[in-house]
Nanobody
């Protein structure tokens, strides 16, 4: 089992940057595929980015490609999301999630993820 705690959200102007971090408990963090999701008011939760156990094979939703970068540090049990060139439409609660399955590539589906953090708010003003 793993517990996830996000941090780093806040209010930023359009064009600015934020870096989200997710700290995981437990000694088996490297066994999990990790993902970031977001949920805007009145919308469904959507996949943003995912990363494999080793830190390779990142995957992104088209709307953030070239602007967001996911990374992980297995020695520190953390996964991060660097968000650049932020847009008002990036405003949402961002969630960190862990997939403990045997998949080798991060899934974009919510149901693939077993553990979730409580979320951190990102607000981008125009």
């Amino acid at each position: 089992q793993v517990q996830l705690v996000e941090s780093g959200g806040g209010l930023v102007q359009a064009g600015g940057s934020l870096r989200l971090s997710c700290a995981a408990s437990g000694r088996t963090f490297s066994r999990y595929l990790m993902g970031w999701f977001r949920q805007a008011p009145g919308k469904e939760r959507e996949f943003v980015a995912g990363i494999s156990r080793s830190g390779g094979m990142p995957r992104y939703v088209d709307s953030v490609k070239g602007r967001f970068t996911i990374s992980r540090d297995n020695a520190k049990n953390t996964v991060s999301l660097q968000m650049n060139s932020l847009k008002p439409e990036d405003t949402a609660v961002y969630y960190c999630a862990a997939d403990g399955s045997v998949r080798n590539y991060p899934s974009g589906g919510l149901m693939a993820y077993d553990y979730w953090g409580q979320g951190t708010q990102v607000t981008v003003s125009s």
